[in-house]
């Protein structure tokens, strides 16, 4: 299966919505704690290899990183600095980033293209606080603050375009409607910081939450008292979660004791696989939305692996 090499420490890895070889990478030296920052845009090669698009710098680490949902070559990533960074992957590095926002205090953590409106973007960040924006304005349309500590991640719900789940390190996850003046629902979903949240992209009520408890946590929104499911499995904080784009119960996850996991939430056995390919915290993983079963993952060993799940991601094809 294809591996590639990042010469700093992996963040983010996603697969592109218009193309089934392409994926975008973010990247921070010196583990994101002080140093540069590079954006990849790498393509699956039909021989098994894969190979770089183009690359970006930064003056600081790349936290996350998004692609647009309506043009198929722009990205936007969530850098150290506070900012937001626009790239377009059809322009040469000297013409890019295309914008620079920067508008939040602290280090942003992590962004989410809204896929069903297409022309909005979230960016969530240490400062507590969370940002609506748009390609067409150089402000930001609105800040969401009601996160006593940082905000780790944001997702945008796949059915409806103004709804959207923020997971902070108060412990609880938030769901938000762009149109209300404050939030709708406060899950206190776990009883430490809560790192990742994704929904269902088959069950619009349906969320999961991922915590420095190493646990992984299914809601039902209309009726959040307790879990649908705990899932248990992982030795340490998990780090990112994603729901499978394909198969309404399948969702995957990566934590800092190195392992990605695919999960079937509504199995007496869960935990469906474990991969142990990474030699570092794994930080990054997601699914491709066009080619079934296809798996990406990166880490803090540097490298990004892309694998059909089932397989051994080392396996040299």
Known sequence: MPVFKTPFNGYAVRFSPFYENRLLVATAQNFGILGNGRLHILDLNPTGGISELRSFDTADGIYDCAWSESHDSLAVSAIADGSLKLWDAALPPTSNPIRSLQEHA?????????????????????????????????????????????????????????????????????????????????IPAHEHEILSCDWNKYDDCCLATASVDK???????????????????????????????????LLMSCSYDMTVCVWDYRAEDALLARYDHHTEFAVGVDFSVLVEGLLASTGWDELVYVWQHGTDPRAVA
Do not use: M, Q
């Open 106 to 186: 602290r280090e942003v953590h992590a962004v989410d293209w809204n896929p069903v409106r297409r022309d909005s973007f979230l960016s969530a960040s240490w400062d507590d606080s969370l940002k609506l924006w748009t390609l067409d304005r150089p402000a930001s349309l609105r800040t969401f603050r009601e996160h006593a500590y940082c905000v780790y991640d944001a997702s945008w719900s796949p059915r409806h375009a103004d709804v959207f789940a923020s997971a902070s390190g108060d412990c609880t996850v938030r769901i938000w409607d762009v149109r209300d003046p404050s939030s709708s629902l406060v």
């Open 215 to 249: 646990t992984i946590r299914v809601w039902d929104v209309r009726s959040s008292r307790a879990p649908l499911a705990t899932l248990a499995g992982h030795g340490y904080a998990v780090r990112r979660i994603k729901f499978s784009p394909h198969r309404e119960s």
